[in-house]
C-alpha cells in the first residue's frame, strides 16, 4: 500500500505583505517576484536604489522599495513603517541580505571580517527585529536566508561560514520564542546559486572556484536563481522550518557530523594544504579587493580613513 506523503497547511500569498532585504537582484529581486505572481504585495529592501525602483517597476504599482542598510536600525525601521503605512500591515520578513568575502583570515582586512558579521548576521537579526512585531500581529512568517555553508565548510568562506551558522542558531532560537503567538521562523540553506555574488567570487577567485566544481554530489553544483526562488516561495506558504535548495542538501544537514567530522576533516586538510596556498595567491593578485565588484552592502558605512 503507498504511503501518502503528509502535506503541510498552505497560507496563500494573496493579499499578503511580504518585505524582502537584499531585493534588489540575486535571489531577493527573484523571490520578490514570484511572491507577486501569487499575490503578494512587496516591499524590496536594499541599497541600490535604481535597481530596486527598476524591480519594483517590473513588479507593478502596488509594490514599493525603500532604501536601508540592514546594519542600521533605523534604516529598517523607517522601511517597516514605510510598509506598514502603505499596506496596512506586515505579514512575511525575508532576511535576505547577504555579502562574501574574498579572502582567507591571514588576507583579510579586519573591515572584511567584521562587515562579513554585520550584514549576514547582525543584518538578518535587526531586519528580524524591526519587523517582528508587525508581524506578531497577524501571526506571520519569518524567513532567513542562511547557507549550506552553515553545516559545510571551505578554506576563504570563514567569516560567511560562521555568519551563515549563527543565521541558523538564531532561527531556531527565534522559533521557540515565538512560537506561543503564532509565528513560524524558517531558515534557508541553498548551496551555489546563480547569482552575482558567486560569480563575482569565482571570476575572482580561479582557485576557489575549481574546488567548488570538485565538491561531491550538491555541495558542487549551481543551481538557477529561478529554482531557488520557487522552493522559498514555497516556503513563505508553507511556513516549514527548513528550505535546502537544491532539496537532496538536507541528506547534507542531516548527516552534518559526518561531513565536518574528524575523518572528513583530515581529508579536507590534505586537499587544502595544497589549495590554500594557491587561494591566497589569487587574493594577493587583487591588489586589496576584497568583497565581488556587485557587494554594495560590503562598502556601506566604510570610514574612508581605515
Not at 510598509?83 to 555579502?99: C, Q
Amino acid at each position: 500500500m503507498a504511503t501518502l506523503r503528509r502535506q503541510r497547511p498552505r497560507t496563500p500569498l494573496s493579499g499578503r505583505t511580504v518585505l524582502i532585504t537584499g531585493a534588489a537582484r540575486g535571489i531577493g529581486a527573484e523571490l520578490a517576484r514570484r511572491a507577486a505572481t501569487r499575490g503578494a504585495r512587496v516591499a524590496l529592501v536594499g541599497l541600490e536604489p535604481e535597481q530596486l525602483a527598476r524591480v519594483a517597476a517590473e513588479l507593478g504599482p502596488e509594490h514599493l522599495w525603500a532604501e536601508a542598510d540592514v546594519t542600521d536600525a533605523d534604516a529598517l525601521a523607517a522601511a517597516v513603517q514605510q510598509t506598514v503605512d502603505t499596506f496596512g500591515g506586515l505579514d512575511i520578513v525575508v532576511a535576505n541580505a547577504g555579502i562574501a568575502p574574498l579572502t582567507t583570515v591571514m588576507t583579510s582586512s579586519a573591515h572584511a571580517l567584521a562587515r562579513t558579521i554585520e550584514v549576514n548576521l547582525i543584518g538578518a537579526m535587526l531586519t528580524t527585529h524591526a519587523a517582528l512585531p508587525e508581524i506578531a500581529k497577524g501571526r506571520g512568517h519569518v524567513l532567513l536566508i542562511s547557507s549550506a555553508a552553515a553545516f559545510t565548510v571551505l578554506p576563504g568562506m570563514s567569516a560567511y561560514c560562521a555568519a551563515k551558522a549563527g543565521v541558523e542558531r538564531f532561527g531556531d532560537a527565534l522559533r521557540l520564542e515565538v512560537a506561543h503567538r503564532g509565528v513560524t521562523v524558517g531558515s534557508a540553506h541553498p548551496t551555489w546559486i546563480d547569482t552575482d555574488l558567486v560569480r563575482d567570487t569565482e571570476a575572482a577567485l580561479p582557485t576557489f572556484a575549481a574546488t567548488r566544481k570538485q565538491l561531491p554530489g550538491p555541495l558542487g553544483a549551481c543551481t538557477s536563481v529561478e529554482a531557488c526562488a520557487d522552493a522559498l516561495v514555497e516556503n513563505l506558504e508553507t511556513r516549514g522550518r527548513r528550505v535546502f535548495v537544491p532539496g537532496s542538501v538536507g541528506v547534507v544537514s542531516a548527516l552534518r557530523q559526518l561531513v565536518t567530522g574528524v575523518v572528513a576533516e583530515k581529508v579536507a586538510m590534505r586537499v587544502s594544504a595544497e589549495r590554500v596556498p594557491q587561494l591566497e595567491r589569487d587574493i594577493r593578485a587583487l591588489n586589496g579587493q576584497e568583497f565581488g565588484k556587485n557587494s554594495v552592502n560590503a562598502r556601506a558605512k566604510v570610514d574612508p580613513a581605515a
